[in-house]
């Protein structure tokens, strides 16, 4: 009987024991370690509490959307597409919706379903689950993985560990990067860990005053150096630290490690040309020379964002509208088109969507997902260097690895 032991029960780990459990059948004794009270609680607030699982998407566009080591997840991908993921929650009886932008969602649209059928599922194919087991360590015996040892030091021997602890973001779910530590014991590299999909810090403060203030259709642009690294329309929220909102995280995935090092730009009006844009400002002034530019604004902006605009841009808001100059009037225009959004950091990891970086994949078999340096290793999930942008990318992405970890892991191959 072959013993796979399987460290973290998210969405990973969940998925690699049904892979295991299908391909190894009643050869096979699979266990999830999992330390906290119950499985799967990242998936529970994954969408807001509505698990966007996965993307319905080819293979190429699945992998335009993954910034970093795309070509890693090609064999991941073929094991288990979106379209089988899609499929396989049915057959678990969960149905799925397809919706906006092509994300899958339960059709209940709550997570706990997905979650639920998972389990549900793995209770019927034999898979033990074990709740409250810590994993502190590896059992290693020169480059072979035999096991691990729990913080209780029981120590639990196994043919095959497949590491999928998540990464560092929302630590309350369980991902503490416990992983991390496990990889460094098996000699791996880990890449530098850093937020992605994550809200945007800023010293202005203009920004500060807005918060609360949603903008809707508005265009953000990032560029590093010359080149144009991203330009998106949707929705952005200023908050009491700088900017949020689905925008602005899915901004957040292109920009460089530090993200001072890209200039973005805010588009108020995205749907005018310039040329339009100044025609629409010369109309509202005409009949209201006397009214305030503060005041003028509120007819291009929301009446929060109109009253402090103008000195964003050094113009006073309580100057007439009849006395801008054509100059002043043009910068005007270009600050709606072309604000410059001066951002300090990302927020912390902790609050960020997923964790950039991890276990560096040149180490992981894109193959099998074993460890290219430990027999009897592997690692599926967030805890290796692979993350992507919104959309259901990355919970895909731990389904993928995992399912593909447990089918070679439990045929040791
Ligand atoms: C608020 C939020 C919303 C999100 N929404 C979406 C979405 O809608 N769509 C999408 O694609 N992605 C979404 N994501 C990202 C997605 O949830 C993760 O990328 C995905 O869950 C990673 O799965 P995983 O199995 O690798 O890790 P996790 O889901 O983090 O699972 C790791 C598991 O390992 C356990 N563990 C850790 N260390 C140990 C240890 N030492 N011993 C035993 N067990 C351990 C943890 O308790 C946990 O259960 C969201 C993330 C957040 C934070």
Redesign the pocket.
Known sequence: MRKILI???????LMAARSAAISGGSDAQITI????EK?????Y???KGR???TNDCTRDEFLREVPRNPRFLYAALAALSPQRLMDDLEEMGCPVTVQRGRRVFPASEKASDVTRALTRDLERRGVQVQLH????HLLLDGDTCRGVRLASGHEIPADAVIV????L??SG????G??YRLAREAGHTVTPLRPSLSALESDETWMHELQGLSLQHVELSARTGKKTIYREEGEMLFTHFGISGPLVLELSSHLPDDPCESAIFLNLKPALTPEQLDARLLREIQGQERRQLGNLLCALLPSRFAAVFPSIIDLDPRKPAGELTREERHTLAGALQQLPLHVTGYRTIQEA??TRGGVSVREINPSTMESRLVHGLYF????MDVDAH?G???????FST?FLAGQHAVLGA
């Open positions: 460290v973290g029960g998210g969405a990973a780990g370690l999992e330390h906290m499985c799967g609680r990242k998936i607030i994954t969408g698990c966007n699982a087991a810590d994993v502190q999928a602890t998540g990464g973001s929302a779910t369980g991902s503490t416990d992983g969507i997923v599926a999930g967030e805890v919104t259901g990318y990355n919970l895909h992405i731990a995992g």
